[in-house]
């Protein structure tokens, strides 16, 4: 079995700043690849940011410069600071992440943690 909670949303003003986590826990032997997605109502799920086992991260250009990604191997964690949000960053963030457990690779997603961008 394989959890993945993430937490940290909450509302912020326009110009504002959240960060937020997500935890892999339970029978885990490595994890891969942690992204961070995001779907606002109405629209597909898209990709934010993701950072690899070996730190390389990529972003979607509608975040480059403003979020960052970042992980922390001990804990299992994967983090997005996410800085000068804006009304259209408001959506439901959710962890994907690649997870060797019982020697097979799978993704798990969390149940993901809203994010609302209001004045």
């Known amino acids: 079995q394989v959890q993945v909670v993430e937490s940290g949303g909450g509302l912020v003003q326009p110009g504002g700043s959240l960060r937020l986590s997500c935890v892999t826990s339970?029978?885990?032997?490595?994890?891969?690849?942690m992204d961070w997605y995001r779907q606002a109502p109405g629209q597909e799920r898209e990709l934010v940011a993701t950072?690899?086992?070996?730190?390389?991260?990529n972003y979607a250009d509608s975040v480059k410069g403003r979020f960052t990604i970042s992980r922390d191997n001990a804990k299992n964690t994967v983090y997005l600071q996410m800085n000068s949000l804006k009304p259209e960053d408001a959506a439901i963030y959710y962890c994907?992440?690649?997870?060797?457990?019982?020697?097979?690779?799978?993704?798990?997603w969390g149940q993901g943690t809203q994010v609302t961008v209001s004045s």
């Open positions: 950072i690899t086992s070996g730190g390389t991260t």
């Open positions: 339970g029978r885990i032997s490595g994890i891969r690849a």
């Open positions: 994907y992440v690649e997870v060797l457990s019982y020697r097979t690779w799978n993704r798990y």
